[in-house]
C-alpha cells in the first residue's frame, strides 16, 4: 500500500501497485459532491490518464454511503447569495462524469452503500460496479426540481427504455439486487467485502496490457452509437498492434512466463 494523500475537499488518493484508490472522505455529508471535491475528482481522474503507473482506478466512499449527489447544501447557500446556478452543459469545464467516461484507465465503482441522484450517476459513468446487497440507487431530481442531464443520457443506454424512464420520472430507487439483473452491477458482495472485491478486480485488468486495456476503453466508448461498419474501423487511443507489449505478451505466452509489460 502507498501512502494516503488527502485533498482538502475531503478525497483521499492511495496507489496499491498500478491501481488508484480514490475515496470520496465527507461522511458527515454523505460524501456530497461539493464544487472542491468535484474539482479534485477531476483533477486525480486526469492525473490517472498521465501516470504511465496507474493502469486501473477504484472509486469508493467513506461512511454509510457511496455519494448522495450534489451538496444540496451549498447549492442552497448559493441560491440564498443570488448567485446563478449554471447547469451542466452551460459550464466551461467537463462534468466530473464526462471525465470518468473518457478518462483512458478503467475505472470500478465500490459501492457500499447509497449511491443515489448525482452518486448514481457517478457510479454509472465507472466501466464496472461492484455493490453490497440492499443498497438503493436512483435518481431522485425530478422529486426535488433538478434535471439529472447524465442520468437521462446514459441510463436508457443502460437498461431497456422503459424502465429507465420509469426510474427517471418518478424518482424512486431500486436495490442493488435488481440493478445487478438489469446489469448495472457486475459483482453483489457482502458489503465488507466491496472494497477488496473492487480492488481485486481492478488489479486483474491493471495485470495485463495496458496499451491494449486503454485502447479498448475508448473504442467501446466512441463505437457504442456508430453503426457496425464504422465501428469496426474506427482507430482510436494507442495502438497495440504496433507496440512493445504485443511483442512482450506472445513471448511471454510462448516462454510459459508472466509478461513485463512497458506500456509502449
Partial sequence: MGEVQRRGSGLLVEDRGHVRLLTLDRPERRNALSTPLQADLVEELLR??????VRAAVLAGNGPAFCAGFDLHEIREADRRGERFRPPMDRPGRTVFEVLTQVPVPVVAAVAGAAVAGGFELALACDLRVAAPGVPMGLPEARIGMGANFGSVVLP??????????????GEHVTSEVAERWGLVNRLVPAEQVLPTALELAGRI???APVSVRRMKETAVKALELPLWQALRLDV?????????????????LEGRAPRW???
Fill in 157 to 170: 443506454k443502460r437498461i431497456p427504455m422503459g424502465i429507465a424512464l420509469e426510474m427517471l420520472y418518478t
Fill in 48 to 53: 490517472c490518464g498521465e501516470d504511465d503507473g
Fill in 262 to 264: 512497458s506500456g509502449r
Fill in 206 to 208: 491493471a495485470a495485463n
Fill in 237 to 253: 487511443g494507442p495502438n497495440p498492434y504496433l507496440s512493445e507489449d504485443r511483442r512482450e505478451g506472445i513471448a511471454a505466452r
